[in-house]
C-alpha cells in the first residue's frame, strides 16, 4: 500500500529572538554604552556622574513601568507625562496651597494618578474607544487641568519640610555614608519590586498578560476584560503619582508646562526592553534596562558635548531597532 500520510509542515527557519534573549541584548547594550562612554570621557565613570544617571532614571523608569503594564494588555498610554505633572500639581495644590501635611498631599497624588487612570480605563473598557484616542485626549486634559488648577504657575514647596527629600534625600547614605544612594532610587526599586510582583504572582498580573495575547479567548472564557482593564490602567495612573511626587521633589516644585513628551522616553525604555508592542510579553526587569540605556545614553552624549538634537536623533534609531527585534521575535513564533 502507498503511505496516503501528509507529510508534517517543515519548521519554521530563521531567526528566533526570545523575549529573554532580547533582555540580554538590551543589557548588553548597556554595558556596551558605559565601556564606551568611560573610554571617551574621564568623567562619565565618576561617583557624581554615576549619581546623577542613577537620579535622571528613577523619574523615567517609574513612568516606564506605568506603561508596562499598559503596553502587555496590548494597549498604549500616551498621558502617562502629562498625569504624572497633574499629580505634581495635585500634591503642590494639597501642600502648599491648602497646608496639609506631607503624608496626605503623597496619597492625593497617587489618589489622582489612580482615578486618571480609572477614567482612561472605563473610556476605553465601556466606551470602546481605541486606547490611542482615549489617552491622547486624556493627555491633552491632564495638561489643561494642571495649567487652570495652578494658575500657569509653579508652585514650589519651599514651606514643606521634608518634600525634598523623597527624592533628594539618601535613606542608605545615612546609614553606609560611603553609598549616598538617593531615595528615588529606592522609589524606582521598590515600584519595580512590586509590580514585577503583581505581574508574576497576582491575577492581575494573569489577565494583564492574557488580554494582550489573545483577549477574545479571556472574553469566551467568561471573564469580566472590562473590569481587568479599568484595574490596569487604574494601577497605572497610581505609579504616574509616584513619578509626579519624585519629580517635584527633585525641581521642589510642581511645574504645570513640564510633563509632555516624557511619555515618549517611558514608551521607548519599555520597547527597548524588549516588552511587545502587541502585547502579551514584557518583564519589568527589562523595562529597567531599557530606561537606563535611555539615561546613560543621554548623560554620555550630554557629557561629549554633543547636540541635543542628535541625541533626539539616536535615541530614535535605536527605538527602531528595537521594534523591529520586536518584530523578528513575532515572525519566528
Given at each position: 500500500?502507498?503511505?496516503?500520510?501528509?507529510?508534517?509542515?517543515?519548521?519554521?527557519?530563521?531567526?528566533?529572538?526570545?523575549?529573554?534573549?532580547?533582555?540580554?541584548?538590551?543589557?548588553?547594550?548597556?554595558?556596551?554604552?558605559?565601556v564606551a562612554f568611560s573610554l571617551a570621557?574621564?568623567?562619565?565613570?565618576?561617583?557624581?556622574?554615576?549619581?546623577?544617571?542613577?537620579?535622571?532614571?528613577?523619574?523615567?523608569?517609574?513612568?516606564?513601568?506605568?506603561?508596562?503594564?499598559?503596553?502587555?494588555?496590548?494597549?498604549?498610554?500616551?498621558?502617562?507625562?502629562?498625569?504624572?505633572?497633574?499629580?505634581?500639581?495635585v500634591a503642590g495644590v494639597i501642600l502648599?496651597?491648602?497646608g496639609l501635611p506631607l503624608p496626605v498631599?503623597?496619597?492625593?497624588?497617587?489618589?489622582?494618578?489612580?482615578?486618571?487612570?480609572?477614567?482612561?480605563?472605563?473610556?476605553?473598557?465601556?466606551?470602546?474607544?481605541?486606547?490611542?484616542?482615549?489617552?491622547?485626549?486624556?493627555?491633552?486634559?491632564?495638561?489643561?487641568?494642571?495649567?487652570?488648577?495652578?494658575?500657569?504657575?509653579?508652585?514650589?514647596?519651599?514651606?514643606?519640610?521634608?518634600?525634598?527629600?523623597?527624592?533628594?534625600?539618601?535613606?542608605?547614605?545615612?546609614?553606609?555614608?560611603?553609598?549616598?544612594?538617593?531615595?528615588?532610587?529606592?522609589?524606582?526599586?521598590?515600584?519595580?519590586?512590586?509590580?514585577?510582583?503583581?505581574?508574576?504572582?497576582?491575577?492581575?498580573?494573569?489577565?494583564?498578560?492574557?488580554?494582550?495575547?489573545?483577549?477574545?479567548?479571556?472574553?469566551?472564557?467568561?471573564?469580566?476584560?472590562?473590569?481587568?482593564?479599568?484595574?490596569?490602567?487604574?494601577?497605572?495612573?497610581?505609579?504616574?503619582?509616584?513619578?509626579?511626587?519624585?519629580?517635584?521633589?527633585?525641581?521642589?516644585?510642581?511645574?504645570?508646562?513640564?510633563?509632555?513628551?516624557?511619555?515618549?522616553?517611558?514608551?521607548?525604555?519599555?520597547?527597548?526592553?524588549?516588552?511587545?508592542?502587541?502585547?502579551?510579553?514584557?518583564?519589568?526587569?527589562?523595562?529597567?534596562?531599557?530606561?537606563?540605556?535611555?539615561?546613560?545614553?543621554?548623560?554620555?552624549?550630554?557629557?561629549?558635548?554633543?547636540?541635543?538634537?542628535?541625541?533626539?536623533?539616536?535615541?530614535?534609531?535605536?527605538?527602531?531597532?528595537?521594534?523591529?527585534?520586536?518584530?523578528?521575535?513575532?515572525?519566528?513564533?
Amino acid at each position: 500500500m502507498t503511505d496516503t500520510t501528509a507529510p508534517a509542515p517543515a519548521a519554521k527557519t530563521g531567526p528566533r529572538i526570545s523575549g529573554a534573549f532580547h533582555r540580554l541584548l538590551a543589557f548588553s547594550g548597556l554595558i556596551a554604552l558605559i565601556v564606551a562612554f568611560s573610554l571617551a570621557s574621564p568623567n562619565f565613570l565618576q561617583t557624581q556622574n554615576i549619581l546623577a544617571i542613577l537620579q535622571a532614571t528613577s523619574v523615567n523608569g517609574v513612568l516606564a513601568i506605568a506603561a508596562t503594564l499598559v503596553i502587555i494588555t496590548g494597549g498604549i498610554d500616551l498621558s502617562v507625562g502629562t498625569l504624572m505633572t497633574f499629580c505634581a500639581v495635585v500634591a503642590g495644590v494639597i501642600l502648599t496651597y491648602w497646608g496639609l501635611p506631607l503624608p496626605v498631599g503623597i496619597l492625593g497624588a497617587i489618589l489622582a494618578g489612580a482615578a486618571s487612570g480609572l477614567v482612561s480605563g472605563t473610556i476605553i473598557a465601556k466606551l470602546k474607544v481605541p486606547p490611542f484616542i482615549a489617552t491622547l485626549g486624556m493627555m491633552l486634559i491632564l495638561k489643561g487641568l494642571s495649567l487652570v488648577i495652578s494658575g500657569t504657575k509653579p508652585i514650589y514647596f519651599n514651606d514643606t519640610p521634608g518634600f525634598n527629600q523623597i527624592a533628594l534625600g539618601s535613606f542608605i547614605g545615612q546609614i553606609f555614608p560611603a553609598v549616598p544612594l538617593p531615595n528615588g532610587v529606592l522609589v524606582l526599586f521598590a515600584v519595580a519590586l512590586i509590580a514585577a510582583f503583581v505581574l508574576s504572582k497576582t491575577a492581575l498580573g494573569r489577565y494583564t498578560f492574557a488580554l494582550g495575547s489573545n483577549e477574545e479567548a479571556v472574553r469566551l472564557s467568561g471573564v469580566n476584560i472590562d473590569r481587568w482593564k479599568i484595574a490596569v490602567y487604574s494601577v497605572t495612573g497610581a505609579i504616574c503619582g509616584v513619578a509626579g511626587l519624585l519629580i517635584a521633589s527633585r525641581l521642589n516644585s510642581a511645574q504645570p508646562a513640564l510633563g509632555q513628551g516624557y511619555e515618549l522616553d517611558a514608551i521607548a525604555a519599555v520597547v527597548i526592553g524588549g516588552t511587545s508592542l502587541s502585547g502579551g510579553r514584557g518583564t519589568v526587569l527589562g523595562t529597567l534596562i531599557g530606561a537606563l540605556i535611555i539615561s546613560v545614553l543621554a548623560n554620555g552624549l550630554r557629557i561629549l558635548s554633543v547636540a541635543q538634537e542628535w541625541q533626539t536623533v539616536v535615541t530614535g534609531c535605536i527605538i527602531i531597532l528595537a521594534v523591529y527585534a520586536d518584530i523578528l521575535r513575532r515572525r519566528a513564533l
